[in-house]
């Protein structure tokens, strides 16, 4: 396969190659375009590759006010060694130490993770739960929207020609908050979800005052389940109201028979996830209220 290959070194030098080009693919960690490269997946095959990785300032991890920005090109080891993700986005960290093996954890970025837009993506769930938003970045500037209106379908994104991921910022977790990551896959390394699912929630007292849930591998897009979360506004955090809210989510979700597993186990684990990471991210918010 022949390609033109481009490596810009700042964010306006990639601005400017892209709106130079007509069919071309950004490269960030390679672990997904690659095998599609090699593969001959890509419809068109793109004439150009651009290099998106001499750019430090897609390696950035910051705070900001109360939000966390991060990088596009930060890739999923570094996600799981940053002391600020570890202690104000500790969810974020634990979704990216179970994606694939060492080498892709290695290479993979989570800007890549969101922009590869596999409903089975494991940072995405995650990051929807920290109230994810994006920053976009094209000729004109940058826009900035909520994660969940990136994704289109499987493998389909909003971005448009020219247009490209900077930066993700989420909201860092505060004294009364607690999140929790969870995913089953046919194996406990190197495997593709079954289905995965994040919940954040804020306690006031021992009442859920707010909460944001996210699956993976469950609808053609990672997704929220907005009408559980309204549920479970206002309801206490006993592990009976977390048992019902798994009925519930087994109900909400409409998940296909795939490669991985058949709806119908997809339905039974999503009873059990749910239930699990909202109790963990209980009992997370009542340390977090009891140390801070
Ligand atoms: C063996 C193996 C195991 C894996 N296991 C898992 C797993 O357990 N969980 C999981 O979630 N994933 C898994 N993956 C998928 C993959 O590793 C991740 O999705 C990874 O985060 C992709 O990041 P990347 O930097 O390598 O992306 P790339 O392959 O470089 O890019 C992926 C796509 O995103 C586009 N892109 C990248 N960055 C940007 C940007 N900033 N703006 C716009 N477009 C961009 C590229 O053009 C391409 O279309 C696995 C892959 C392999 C090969």
Not at 145 to 157: C, N, Q, S, Y
Not at 282 to 289: D, G, N, P, S, T
């Amino acid at each position: 396969m022949e390609f033109t290959y481009y490596n810009p070194k700042s964010m306006q030098a990639l601005v400017d190659t892209l709106q130079a080009l007509q069919n071309y693919v950004i490269l960030a960690g390679g672990t997904d375009l690659l095998v599609k490269m090699k593969e001959k997946l890509l419809r068109p095959m793109p004439q150009a590759v651009v290099d998106i990785n001499g750019i430090e300032a897609l390696r950035e991890i910051r705070e900001e006010g109360n939000s966390i920005m991060i990088g596009a090109l930060v890739s999923h080891n570094e996600l799981t060694k940053s002391a600020l993700i570890n202690k104000k986005a500790v969810v974020l960290a634990e979704a990216a130490e179970l994606v694939g093996s060492p080498q892709i954890r290695n290479r993979g970025t989570v800007g890549g993770n969101i922009c590869n837009a596999s409903p089975a993506a494991d940072t995405v769930p995650a990051l929807l739960a920290l109230g994810a938003r994006v920053k976009v970045s094209y000729q004109d500037g940058f826009l900035e929207m909520p994660l969940a209106e990136v994704f289109k379908g499987p493998g389909r994104t909003c971005l448009a020609p020219g247009q490209f991921i900077s930066c993700i910022k989420v909201n860092s977790l505060q004294a009364d908050e607690g999140a929790a990551f969870l995913k089953f896959g046919k194996r406990k390394a190197l495997a593709i979800a079954m289905i995965n699912c994040a919940v954040w929630l804020k306690l006031d007292g021992d009442v859920i005052s707010d909460v944001r849930i996210a699956f993976g591998s469950v609808a053609p897009t990672p997704i929220r389940l907005y009408e559980l979360e309204k549920w479970l506004q206002g309801k206490p955090a006993t592990s009976a109201v977390f048992a019902e809210a798994g009925l519930e989510a087994a109900q909400l979700i409409k998940p296909i028979d795939d490669i991985r597993c058949k709806a119908s186990y997809r339905t039974r684990l999503a009873r059990v996830i749910v239930y699990r990471s909202l109790v963990a991210a209980a009992e997370r918010a009542q340390m977090r209220c009891s140390c801070e």
